[in-house]
């Protein structure tokens, strides 16, 4: 059985349905019966998501994305406290 791949601003708005389930009275196993995720999912995303909007989310992607790139470029491109030294 193939999982379900969730955008961030799926996850994003079905913590919100949670949240608004939670705050309803509702207990927890019921809420992530109604929002169709495991228990253990819900807390793993809020984990990550929790009391993000989803524009706060795509901004984080773009600044996790640029840290990675600037990381990969500074292993790549040896500067002058690298101790590579060229083949030759």
């Not at 793993?44 to 640029?66: D, I, M, N, P, S």
Request: charged share 30%; net charge positive.
């Amino acid at each position: 059985m193939s999982t379900k791949r969730y955008r961030p601003e799926e996850i994003i708005a079905k913590l919100r349905e949670a949240d608004v389930l939670l705050s309803q009275g509702s207990k927890m196993g019921d809420v992530v019966k109604a929002i169709g995720i495991h228990e253990v999912t819900y807390y793993r995303w809020r984990k990550e998501y929790g009391g993000l909007k989803v524009t706060q989310r795509k901004r984080q992607g773009r600044k996790r994305c640029t840290a990675e790139q600037k990381a990969i470029t500074a292993c790549l491109l040896p500067g002058e406290d690298s101790n590579l030294q060229p083949f030759g």
